[in-house]
């Protein structure tokens, strides 16, 4: 009923920047938290950044004062600027969202497919 869809990832050279977007679609009722995960190759998946339904943020410390998420709730969209990338941010990047869904009044996280973020000179 709901999918998540996710673009923007790519290759770029350390101290660059990417935008990731993930837009939500489907029988929503109302979208809460939303958040940015990744996984790296032989690593456990960890939040990287998430926001409240009202604007509230919370970031992983190894992207603080770099990495800022965001959100259109008039799109169902979030977002992830991504500055002053380093290597170490290599990962496959998922989006995430809790979403009461309008077919079954049920709460739940729902995932993206995941995009490629490769930090590489």
């Known amino acids: 009923q709901v999918q998540l869809v996710e673009s923007g990832g790519g290759l770029v050279q350390p101290g660059g920047s990417l935008r990731l977007s993930c837009a939500a679609s489907g029988s929503i009722f109302s979208i809460y938290a939303m958040g940015w995960y990744r996984q790296a190759p032989g690593k456990q998946r960890e939040l990287v950044a998430g926001i409240t339904s009202v604007g509230s943020t919370n970031y992983a410390d190894s992207v603080k004062g770099r990495f800022t998420i965001s959100r259109d709730n008039a799109k169902n969209t979030v977002y992830l600027q991504m500055n002053s990338l380093k290597p170490e941010d290599t990962a496959v990047y998922y989006c995430?969202?809790?979403?009461?869904?309008?077919?079954?009044?049920?709460?739940?996280?729902?995932w993206g497919q995941g995009t490629q973020v490769t930090v590489s000179s």
């Open positions: 995430n969202a809790n979403i009461l869904t309008s077919a079954t009044m049920a709460l739940r996280d729902y």
